[in-house]
């Protein structure tokens, strides 16, 4: 797998901030990313965090932000007052589920804002590479299973990351979700379950975590086209699987659940739906591509053929 890391581009930078082009540990982290040293295709060039690289070209430790875990929205409100980044990504994040004009798709995750069913995580940056972020989200998915069942079948975990003002590309995005699933399944101290295979090119296959299969949706600020996976800050919604097994609990719901989804979703998307939104289990299925749409009606690959290997 090829990398995004030239010598030159590293020389250019430490040349750079040694010249005093930089005297922060935020805008050398900026300028790193630009430079390409963090991107790497599925994998993090660094065996710690951003943070280590940047301390040793500045001679300044990086801010350590202070994760509060899983957050109802009492919590999110009563901790994060007007002007913090993790009120703007939430207010964002909820503007889009609540607007009346332009209704979002998945309706099940506006029932589950609405009732307080939801649960809520904050990532200091949107790289999803970084180890950090993988430990916080397995601490909270591990918080979040023995309550999901209490909350109901409209229940999530919504994961809100600061905004970044120089958005990275779809591909970079991409390959940052997919190494975030593979670090948490490193993480993860119960078993794979026994009826989900490891081999994520296979129809069965879904991302599991603490023995339960789930249904990720990522949104970023690279979607322009496909609308209903956009965000501003870097978003990504974990659904326990288990809650469709309740929402389409007879034919007729699954029929109708879907059907109104999809035709919301085609008011809501200037692009057709992708050919790829295939029920679990169907033959040709890969709930993979699933996870992370593309802005064009392409399959977007998955870096890996094992999760946590």
Not at 68 to 77: C, D, E, I, Y
Not at 101 to 113: D, F, N, S
Not at 217 to 236: C, E, F, K, M, N
Request: hydrophobic content about 40%; proline content about 6%.
């Amino acid at each position: 797998m090829a990398t995004n890391t030239t010598p030159s581009n590293a020389t250019s930078l430490i040349n750079a901030v040694a010249a005093g082009f930089s005297t922060s540990w935020l805008n050398a982290s900026t300028l790193l990313f630009s430079a390409g040293i963090l991107t790497v295709a599925g994998a993090s060039l660094l065996a710690g965090s951003e943070s280590k690289l940047v301390q040793m070209l500045v001679g300044k430790p990086a801010p350590k932000y202070q994760n509060r875990g899983l957050l109802t929205r009492a919590q999110v409100n009563e901790l994060h007052k007007q002007g913090s980044w993790e009120r703007q990504v939430y207010d964002e994040y909820v503007s889009v589920l609540l607007d009346q004009e332009r209704v979002y798709p998945c309706i099940y995750a506006t029932k589950g804002l609405k009732t307080d069913d939801q649960r809520y995580l904050f990532i200091d940056s949107d790289d999803h590479a970084d180890p950090r972020h993988a430990r916080d989200l397995a601490a909270a998915l591990a918080g979040y299973l023995p309550q999901s069942r209490d909350l109901g079948a409209n229940t999530s975990l919504v994961l809100l990351s600061k905004h970044n003002p120089r958005p990275r590309s779809m591909e970079t995005y991409k390959n940052a979700f997919w190494m975030l699933l593979n670090n948490i399944a490193s993480l993860d101290t119960k078993p794979w379950p026994e009826n989900i295979p490891r081999d994520i090119d296979t129809d069965r296959w879904c991302f599991c975590f603490g023995g339960e299969p789930f249904f990720a949706v990522i949104q970023t600020p690279a979607h322009q086209t496909r609308a209903s996976r956009h965000a501003d800050s870097l978003t990504v919604v974990f659904q326990p699987k288990w809650i469709f097994d309740v929402l389409f609990s007879s034919e007729a719901k699954r029929v109708g659940a879907i059907t109104k989804v999809r035709t919301l979703l085609a008011q809501y998307d200037p692009i057709p739906a992708s050919p790829d939104l295939l029920t679990y289990g169907e033959e040709g299925s890969r709930e993979s591509k699933q996870y992370f749409l593309l802005d064009e009606n392409s399959p977007a690959s998955c870096p890996f053929s094992v999760l946590g290997a």
